[in-house]
């Protein structure tokens, strides 16, 4: 199993440019989630799945857009990227008997010039 | 509002005992868990404490008091890999919902 995947590891964008994060897991879980980890700030939910076919803001979710695909799949879309958008996104999933433990992702790191 | 205090940074000795404390400050609390992070990784999952008292995983254990609003890491036998960011996380709904997450604590272990 290979857990969570995101695409693409490494991204430079500049102002105004919009990407789509990818992320997949192969664990058949439930809830997945998108956060963003600044230094000095921790993680930080941006948005997330509770299930199929529903999606919730999280803390920061403004500049940012989700698309629940189908079960495994959990994108996350930059309309108008902005230099405060520079960050190191992860993705998460979790679910089923493992519910109380949540699967990261390696992670994307993002510049936006 | 939902709210979890730890401290920046800490430093310990190869060998030693050393103990990270995470208090919250949550409107609904249902259980409090703790991830490590090495530099440049991603978060892995630790421990998760649902009920008063300690957890024992190994080299780790995570204790809960759920009237005093607080939670810490113990870590025994230190080692040169423990070096990395701790991070507590409070889960404020019941069932599989999402986790607010501390600042994190940079642990370094020194020879």
């Known amino acids: 199993n290979a857990g969570v995947t995101q695409t693409p590891k490494f991204q430079v964008l500049k102002t105004g440019q919009s990407m789509t994060l990818q992320c997949a897991q192969d664990m058949n879980h439930n809830s997945m989630y998108w956060y963003r980890q600044d230094p000095g700030m921790g993680l930080r939910l941006i948005y997330y799945s509770a299930s199929e076919g529903t999606t919730d803001k999280g803390e920061v979710p403004n500049g940012y857009n989700v698309s629940r695909l189908n079960k495994r799949e959990f994108s996350l879309r930059l309309e108008s990227a902005a230099p405060s958008q520079t960050s190191v996104y992860f993705c998460a999933s979790s679910g089923g008997l493992e519910y109380n433990e949540q699967f990261f992702g390696p992670g994307t790191r993002l510049t936006v010039l | 509002g939902q709210s979890l205090e730890q401290p920046s940074e800490v430093t310990a000795v190869e060998g030693a005992i050393v103990q990270i404390n995470c208090t919250y400050q949550t409107s609904g609390f249902y259980g409090l868990s703790w991830y490590q992070q090495h530099d440049g990784g991603a978060p892995t999952f630790l421990s998760y404490n649902a009920l008063d008292g300690l957890e024992e995983t190994g080299r780790f254990s995570s204790f809960l008091s759920r009237s005093d609003s607080y939670g810490y890491l113990l870590l025994q036998e230190l080692q040169m890999k423990d070096s990395a960011s701790y991070f507590c996380?409070?889960?404020?709904?019941?069932?599989?919902?999402?986790?607010?997450f501390g600042k994190g604590t940079r642990l370094s272990v020194i020879a």
């Open positions: 996380a409070v889960r404020f709904h019941s069932g599989n919902t999402p986790l607010v």
